[in-house]
């Protein structure tokens, strides 16, 4: 399954794959980031519920610290 993240091309082995099983694959901690795909801001309890669909969009997104 072909999706984006990030602006770069990502080829997933498992189908359809929860956001939070994405993240954990990719090596990312949910609490720890913000998710928007095809442009719409996912919500953060969804994350274990709401499957990734072929060819979409994800933005993963860290905040930053500093001044």
């Known amino acids: 399954m072909q ?3 990030n602006g770069e ?3 997933l082995i498992e189908e359809r794959p929860s956001i939070q099983s994405l993240l ?4 990312y901690e949910t609490q720890s980031v ?7 801001f996912v919500p953060r309890n ?4 709401r499957l990734v669909q ?4 994800l933005e993963i ?3 930053m610290q500093g001044g």
């Open 46 to 49: 969804t994350f274990s519920s």
């Open 34 to 40: 913000a998710v928007a795909i095809n442009n719409e």
């Open 3 to 5: 999706v984006v993240v």
């Open 24 to 27: 954990a694959s990719l090596g």
């Open 9 to 11: 091309p990502h080829t």
């Open 54 to 57: 072929p060819e979409e969009v």
């Open 61 to 63: 997104l860290s905040p």
